[in-house]
């Protein structure tokens, strides 16, 4: 028999799970409200002895009315909190498996990709799906077998929020680890983030990137093509982790077609440099949006690449010399249509002329004499110096270095302990992406 408390206890619980019944949107809110301020942080004991060894039958109730009123857009955050708390309380798991007999995955991620609900809702729909993925193995292989990689990605592209799409990142850095029947999955999803056109996925996507291809090891073939396909952003935070994940690239199967593709990226299809003429030619106006053309913000963007990975390894850089890198740096010197690329070619070729002796001397030889002084004098602001012969001798350039001398080039510049190098190495890293004025 059950003694006196007991039975009150029971009463108490029958008459909130009875008022929760007959209660409108107004009145459960309400309730909810309530029900967040006072058991946040519980655990599952505690919420056990909240609701008189009953808590399963809130849980039951507000999952199910979830089910009901989520493709209607009400509000669903304070909703979506109250079942969080169920499902983060220490010693629960037999919420999280209620919760998951009942479609509660299916539901989150379906959540994602409603337009009509609010963004503030579907950043707690990804919460409890943190919850669930940081539970266990067999609960990240239920996310990615119910379509959540994909619902998980797009929602990432789409949302307007940095807070949110920040708390996207974690649960697909979450995802990546210790799940090896589908971390290839979650590596796919995230190369297919790069084309997207937000900034911020773009950035948190190569992020998260990096992480996947150290746990993963083998390169997926199309990861070269959309790397490379980034650098033509505007924005300096996106183009620094595309960097920072082609600095890691180059260390697997792909840093020979990586490496060619960024060479290639110097001289931009002829094609397409000779549509912008024509339409400049007709619309003189076009001028001052050429500058931010994709072919010459990744023209800059691949020089500057270069540089650092040349500067970083010296292996690396005689590999260059091999794809013709001193011609097509010389070329993009000589792309007046867009003097950042002239730059920051500039500055690579500095470094090679610096570096291997025979660089040097064909360089010289290509530039003439007074060209090739005014390129010493300063490279980083020769494109303000020269005129039009001088930028067509750079562009019509024929040098052709295929191979460099390690054993000289240490005696020409710095030794690898040499602190200055590093500090050289780490100010071009940090150059900005347009000249100052």
Known sequence: MTSVKEQAAISRLLSFLQEWDNAGKGLRTQILTKFIETNEGKTGPELELEFSQGASLFLIRLTTWLRIIYMTGLDLEKILRSIGIFLSAVSSNRYLIEFLEIGGVLTLLEILGLEKIKEEDKKESIKLLQIIANTGRKYKELICESYGVRAIAEFLAKSKSEETQEEVQVLLDTLVHGNPKYQN?????????LPCGCPKAQQLALQTLRTAQSIIGATHPSIVDYVLKVLDTMHLEVQYEAIELIKDLIHYDVRLPLLKGLVALLIPPVKETSILQA???????????????????????????????ARNDLKLAEELLHMRVVHS???????????????????????????????????????????????????????TKIDSIQADILAANKVNVTKGTTNSCFSFFMGPGDMNEVEYIAHFERLPSEPKE
Do not use: C, W
């Open 279 to 309: 339409k400049i030619f007709t619309d003189p106006s076009l001028l001052q949006i050429s500058t931010q053309l994709p072919v010459f913000l990744k023209q800059a963007a691949a020089a500057k690449t270069i540089g650092i990975l």
């Open 329 to 383: 740096l010389m070329t993009a010197m000589g792309n007046t249509d867009h003097s950042n690329s002239q730059r920051l070619a500039s500055l690579t070729l500095e470094f090679f002329v610096q570096m291997f002796p025979l660089v040097e001397e064909h360089v010289r030889k290509s530039m003439g004499e007074e060209l090739y002084q005014l390129f010493l004098n300063n490279a980083e602001l020769l494109y």
């Open 185 to 193: 999955q979650v590596y796919k999803g995230l190369i297919a983030l």
